[in-house]
């Protein structure tokens, strides 16, 4: 029954929350309603004047900062909450690479020892999100390029006969949003491609990458790699999957007609640089919106490592990662 209360207790605040707001929309709605009778002379019953005027705006007033300042308390909750889904969010992801991140000892977390099934449980809720997210970007971006070729394509079947000139520049839109959408299914494509690298150090796993996007892509792309660099295998995990975010943001925004990807060592630092010559972005504005430039900065701090990413619109996108060598792996 205690439990039964406790649930109850929320759900009566809400309530009342609720109603107390609905009472104050409605007096404001009923005074701005008489001033605006009264202003245009429609109604002299409630005419305005001495101290009830004062008393009407008080409520008014009264009715506007209680609102204001509910509001202010319901952002504050809500940024809250945002704020503890960000850091759990943070911990799911981190978790993912534990196995590979683990300390010499062979010392088991506080979570692994209370749960054996906690990690995998941890790695089974990221593939679900990375498979929301696609579903996301699908929906957003190629399923609404489709929609968009089919209705300009019933309307060239509408338009040929009577305007050929209209015609020929809805077939030659319809070409443009095909190319668009065919861009789109290639970057999601480089997200399904294995965590892991399947045997492949970083540099055969980009090597391959590059071959492979060659022959289907309108793009030139160079790749220099240093081949003695062999990373611990989160650290190359990592760095794969920053490759592929960077590749899928260049194949879908950038309209780039060349990239340059670098894999070299840097006195004690390795150092990854991915170079493209597209339009560029505002990267301030970009930063706040943008999942895949906020996950490339996760990743790269899990590493210990540094990100920095230089863009302007016009001028074409650069992304520096330096990794320490403490991520290399010893090799006989």
Do not use: C
């Not at 975010?245 to 780039?256: G, P, Q």
């Amino acid at each position: 029954m205690e439990q039964g209360k406790r649930v109850e207790q929320p759900n009566h605040a809400a309530r009342r929350r609720n109603i107390t707001e609905t009472i104050l929309w409605l007096l404001i709605i009923i005074s701005l309603v008489v001033i605006v009778l009264q202003g245009i002379g429609y109604v002299e019953l409630f005419t305005l004047q001495g101290k009830w005027a004062v008393i009407g705006l008080t409520i008014i007033g009264a009715a506007l900062a209680a609102v204001a300042l509910g509001s202010y308390l319901q952002n504050s909750k809500l940024k809250e909450a945002l704020k503890r889904l960000s850091e759990q969010q943070m911990k799911r992801r981190y978790a993912v690479t534990l196995d590979n991140d683990r300390s010499s000892d062979g010392e088991m977390t506080a979570e692994e020892q209370g749960d054996p099934s906690w990690t995998e449980k941890v790695k089974f809720s990221a593939v679900i999100e990375e498979r929301q997210r696609l579903a996301r970007e699908l929906h957003d971006a190629v399923s609404q390029q489709l929609f968009a070729i089919s209705m300009t394509a019933t309307a060239v079947s509408r338009t040929i006969e009577r305007d050929w000139e209209r015609a020929k520049r809805q077939v030659q839109l319809i070409e443009e949003m095909a190319a668009v959408a065919q861009s789109e299914m290639r970057a999601l494509l480089l997200h399904l491609r294995p965590v892991h690298l399947d045997g492949k150090n970083l540099g055969q796993a980009l090597t391959a990458l590059v071959e492979e996007l060659k022959q289907k892509v309108p793009m030139t792309i160079t790749l220099e790699v240093d081949e003695t660099i062999v990373l611990q295998p989160n650290a190359e995990d990592h760095l794969f999957r920053i490759a592929q975010e960077a590749l899928s943001n260049t194949l879908r925004h950038s309209k780039a007609e060349s990239m340059d990807i670098r894999l070299l060592q840097s006195g004690n630092q390795v150092h990854m640089s991915l170079q493209d010559s597209g339009v560029g972005f505002d990267l301030e504005a970009k930063k706040q919106t943008s999942y895949g430039l906020l996950t490339m900065e996760e990743r790269v701090n899990e590493l210990g490592g540094s990100l920095q990413m230089i863009s302007k619109p016009g001028e074409g996108t650069l992304i520096h990662i330096w990794v320490p060598m403490g991520v290399l792996r010893e090799t006989i």
